[in-house]
């Protein structure tokens, strides 16, 4: 079995290995002494791996109820976790409980917050389903909701517990869930590894035989930067690069239609071409990143116009004052933090 230790203020392990969601109970006991465990898990999720997760839990003397949504970012409100707080009342889960987020990167963000806020912070599991959520979300306590003024605005640090992979779900993972997580897993190589980026190249890397290890390593790369960087003063906004402007593009497509790693795929492409423009990052950068995109059927070009994202990138977390902190790259694995005044975010992106 894979493991390593995420340290950050409470350690915890995550641990990859085929099969391993059968061993969930097994588990979670070492980590936590509770008798309730509450399963969230979305509509396309919960008939696929609920039992196998619930079965598990009750061999390890859990008393299991599930939570399901219907599986979408535009679940990803404040209503649906009314409704888990709701599930969690109803299922009496108390302090020494536990939730499980069995999903995406919705679900875990959105079980994740609710475990943070249910009785001032419950234990919660990690069990990620998407590549998206194992190389990205699974990891590093950002929990939270959207809102109609913008993605994510509502949230919590919370780290999980315990996040268990199981890369057998890649395998019966829809190609277009794959393709969705290879932007979170470009991003990664972009900001911090180029020799990712050039696996990535060459076309291998999210081969079948390759993922595994490249979700490894794109973990690896997070737990770094999470252990130095917890609450996202300085290094972890790095992890941000394409994300401002995806934001906004998933908010001007009321998070409907256009998925988050597209999303961040065009932000991506859309801030490199802007920043080797202004000659802040190298020239034949953005040439290189549109290439991957293409070969791994990502987005390269949106129609949402200019104002619309301009207004929405106003409302990113990002934004301190009337300053917008924009991920650049200096070269292909090399980010850097540019803090941009509001009033001139039209001239950077060449509006
Ligand atoms: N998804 C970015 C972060 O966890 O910081």
């Known amino acids: ?137 699974s990891v590093g306590g950002k929990t939270g909701v959207d809102i109609p003024e913008g993605k994510n605005l509502i949230g919590a640090f919370w780290q999980p517990r315990l996040v268990i992979v199981d890369p057998d779900v890649l395998d019966t993972l829809p190609p277009d869930f794959l393709t969705d997580g290879a932007g979170e897993v470009i991003k990664t190589a972009c900001i911090k590894d180029e020799a990712l980026f050039e696996r990535l190249e060459t076309g291998r890397a999210l081969d079948r035989d390759q993922l595994e290890e490249t979700v490894w390593r794109c973990i690896d790369i997070k737990r770094g930067v999470v252990e130095r960087d917890e609450r996202e003063t300085g290094e972890r906004k790095l992890l941000n690069f394409g994300h401002t402007l995806a934001h906004a593009l998933e908010r001007y497509y009321h998070y409907h239609t256009l998925t988050h790693g597209r999303a961040v795929a065009l932000g991506m492409l859309r801030i490199t071409r802007a920043a080797e423009q202004q000659g802040l990052t190298a020239a034949g950068t953005a040439a290189r990143l549109e290439k991957v995109l293409v070969r791994y059927g990502l987005p390269t070009d949106d129609p949402a116009p200019n104002a619309r994202l301009l207004e929405g990138m106003a409302m990113d977390k990002k934004r301190a004052g009337s300053q917008l902190d924009l991920v650049l790259l200096h070269v292909i694995g090399d980010a850097f933090v540019h803090r941009v005044p509001l009033q001139t975010l039209d001239r950077f992106f060449g509006d």
């Open 1 to 137: 079995m894979n493991q390593m230790t995420v340290h950050t203020a409470k350690p915890y392990d995550i641990l990859s290995e085929r099969g391993l969601l059968s061993q969930t109970g097994a588990l979670c006991r070492p980590v936590n002494g509770g008798r309730k465990a509450v399963i969230v898990a979305d509509s396309h999720v919960c008939p696929l791996y609920g039992d196998r997760a619930a079965r598990s839990l009750e061999a390890a003397d859990y008393t299991v109820s599930r939570f399901v949504f219907p599986a979408g970012e535009e679940s990803k409100r404040l209503s649906t976790v009314s409704d888990i707080y709701g599930a969690l009342a109803q299922a009496q889960l108390t302090r020494p409980d536990l939730l499980v987020a069995l999903g995406g990167g919705v679900t875990g963000d959105m079980c994740g917050f609710a475990a943070a806020t249910w009785l001032r912070g419950v234990d919660f599991v990690q069990i990620p389903t998407s590549l998206l959520a194992m190389v990205d979300s």
